[in-house]
C-alpha cells in the first residue's frame, strides 16, 4: 500500500485528471501531472506538472523517477509513452495491454468477443474496397469510425444507405472500422473497479443520453431489469480478471429491446457517466481509482440517492449563476479557459434523496 504524502502520477491534464486530484488530496497523497497542455485543468488543482510531448522520453524519465506510481485520465496515451515510463521503472497501472487495446476499436471489439461479449458486427477497413465490400456484406444503415483517437462522437461517419459509403473512406482519412447499426433501446455504461488483491467492486448500472455523439445526460437507476445488470457485471468482470486490471474501468452498452446486452466501448479509466459518485455514492469513482493504483482496499459503492447528471457543454457552463442559486444542483466547474463548442466545461449532479 502506497503510504499518504506518496506521490500519483497522472497522464493527461483535463477535468478526470483534476477530479482524481481532488480525490487523492482527501487521501493525503501529492498529485504529479503529465500533460503536452499548458495551463490544463487538472495541472491547476496539482502539486507538480510536467508539460511535454507524450513522446519525450527525457522528460517521462524525470516523471517516473519523481512519482510512485503513474495512471492515466485518458486511454490513447501513446505505446511509446508507457513504455517509455515502464523503462525508466515506473509502475503503470492499469497495464499498458488494457490502454493499447482500448484505443484501438477493431482490437476492442476483437477482445471483447474473444471474451464471449457480444458487439455489433464489424470489419476492418483500410481502403474503399474493403469498405464496398464490407457494405455489401453487412448492409446499411451502418456507422464507419476511425480505428484510433475518435472519441465523443469524432471521426465517425453515418453511413444511412449504401450510397453513402461511396468515398467515405477517403473522408475518413484514417484506417477505420465498419460497424453495423444498432437499433437499441437505452444506452447504458457500467462502471467497475479491480484492486491489486483482485477485489471487484461495481456501482450501479448508468442510464445515459448522448446528444451529437457526447454524453449528455445519465439517470439511476436505470430503466433496465435486474438480470440485464447482472449480466453486464459479468462482462465487465470477464475483462477485468482478463487484463489482471488494477483501477476502474468503465463498459458502454446498447441494451437491446429484447434485453440483450451488446458493448459498444470500454474506457481504462474514470468516467463521464460516474461523475454522479461523486456525492451520490459512498465512494467516488475517483477515490476508488486513486484507492486501487495505490494497492489500497476498495471502497464501498453503495448508491445513497436516485440520480439525475447533466453535462455542461460549451456554453451550457454559461448558466453557472443559475445553477449556483438552486439548491438541488450540485455544481462541479472544470476551470476551462475557453467554452469552445462540444467542450466538456462542467456538470450537474441531482440528487433525489431515499
Ligand atoms: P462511440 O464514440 O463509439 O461511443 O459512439 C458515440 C455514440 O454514437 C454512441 O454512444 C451511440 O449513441 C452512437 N453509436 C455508436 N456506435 C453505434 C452503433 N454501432 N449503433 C448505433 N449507435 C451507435
Not at 7 to 33: N, S
Not at 70 to 82: G, H, I, L, Q, R
Not at 157 to 173: E, F, M, V
Not at 294 to 314: H, K, S
Request: aromatic share 8%; net charge negative.
Amino acid at each position: 500500500m502506497l503510504k499518504p504524502g506518496s506521490t500519483i502520477g497522472i497522464l493527461g491534464g483535463g477535468q478526470l485528471g483534476r477530479m482524481l486530484a481532488h480525490a487523492a488530496q482527501q487521501l493525503g497523497f501529492d498529485i504529479c501531472i503529465f500533460t503536452d497542455e499548458d495551463d490544463s485543468p487538472a495541472a491547476r488543482v496539482s502539486a507538480q506538472t510536467f508539460v511535454a510531448d507524450y513522446r519525450d522520453a527525457q522528460a517521462l524519465a524525470a516523471f517516473a523517477k519523481r512519482v510512485d506510481v503513474v495512471t492515466t485520465e485518458f486511454e490513447n496515451v501513446p505505446a511509446e509513452t508507457a513504455q517509455a515510463l515502464i523503462d525508466a521503472g515506473a509502475l503503470v497501472r492499469p497495464s499498458s495491454q488494457a490502454l493499447a487495446i482500448a484505443q484501438d476499436r477493431f482490437d476492442e471489439k476483437s477482445f471483447f468477443n474473444a471474451q464471449g461479449i457480444a458487439t455489433p458486427r464489424f470489419a476492418a477497413i483500410a481502403s474503399q474496397a474493403d469498405l464496398d465490400t464490407a457494405i455489401a456484406d453487412m448492409g446499411a444503415p451502418a456507422i464507419l469510425k476511425t480505428r484510433r483517437l475518435g472519441y465523443d462522437g469524432r471521426g465517425q461517419i453515418r453511413i444511412k444507405t449504401k450510397a453513402d459509403a461511396q468515398g467515405a473512406y477517403a473522408q475518413l482519412g484514417a484506417p477505420g472500422i465498419l460497424e453495423a447499426f444498432c437499433p437499441f433501446e437505452r444506452e447504458v455504461s457500467i462502471i467497475a473497479a479491480r484492486g491489486e488483491d483482485g477485489a471487484v467492486a461495481f456501482y450501479d448500472l448508468c442510464e445515459n443520453e448522448h446528444a451529437g455523439g457526447i454524453l449528455s445526460r445519465t439517470v439511476l437507476p436505470a430503466d433496465v431489469k435486474d438480470d440485464v445488470a447482472a449480466r453486464g457485471r459479468d462482462a465487465v468482470k470477464k475483462v477485468l480478471d482478463a487484463f489482471d486490471y488494477v483501477g476502474v474501468l468503465t463498459i458502454e452498452f446498447f441494451v437491446m429491446p429484447n434485453g440483450a446486452l451488446v458493448a459498444n466501448e470500454m474506457a481504462p479509466r474514470v468516467h463521464n457517466s460516474g461523475h454522479w459518485t461523486i456525492e451520490g455514492a459512498l465512494t467516488s469513482q475517483f477515490e476508488q481509482h486513486i484507492r486501487a493504483v495505490a494497492g489500497w482496499p476498495l471502497g464501498p459503492t453503495t448508491r445513497v440517492a436516485g440520480i439525475e447528471m447533466l453535462n455542461l457543454i460549451g456554453d451550457d457552463a454559461d448558466t453557472w449563476p443559475t445553477l449556483a442559486a438552486d439548491p438541488e444542483a450540485r455544481l462541479h466547474l472544470y476551470g476551462k479557459r475557453d467554452a469552445r463548442t462540444g467542450r466538456k466545461m462542467g456538470h450537474v449532479t441531482k440528487l433525489k434523496l431515499r
